[in-house]
């Protein structure tokens, strides 16, 4: 059974930054691209950045585009989202996925292309 745990949520001001972390169970997690998406109050989830198996094709969003980053340590059966310069309206639920198919980004900014999920952690911009 593949679990994917979210942390690193909190209240921010506007200009800061917060380091978002996933933990993800199973022995392949190496073998999965993996992926960030946040949902706002009173909408539809959304897609904000994605990374390869191997870490060398990185995918955001251009909502957060030089202002988030995303990386992985396949060591740790870590995924990582670094976001910089927030802004109040990044505030939102972020949630951690795990692509459908093994060694495949196909997609991979698209809701439909994962199946594991995590049950979130909240961050808060104010202004």
């Known amino acids: 059974q593949v679990q994917t745990v979210e942390s690193g949520g909190g209240n921010v001001q506007a200009g800061g930054s917060l380091r978002l972390s996933c933990l993800a169970s199973?022995?392949?997690?190496?073998?999965?691209?993996m992926g960030w998406f946040r949902q706002a109050p009173g909408k539809e989830r959304e897609f904000v950045a994605a990374i390869s198996w191997n870490g060398e094709s990185t995918y955001h969003a251009d909502a957060v585009k030089d202002r988030f980053t995303i990386s992985r340590d396949n060591a740790k059966n870590m995924v990582y989202l670094q976001m910089n310069s927030l802004k109040p309206e990044d505030t939102a639920i972020y949630y951690c996925?795990?692509?459908?198919?093994?060694?495949?980004?196909?997609?991979?900014?698209?809701?439909?292309?994962?199946?594991?999920w995590g049950q979130g952690t909240q961050v808060t911009v104010s202004s």
């Open positions: 996925g795990r692509h459908r198919s093994y060694y495949s980004d196909y997609d991979a900014t698209k809701i439909s292309a994962y199946d594991y």
């Open positions: 199973g022995r392949a997690f190496s073998s999965y691209s």
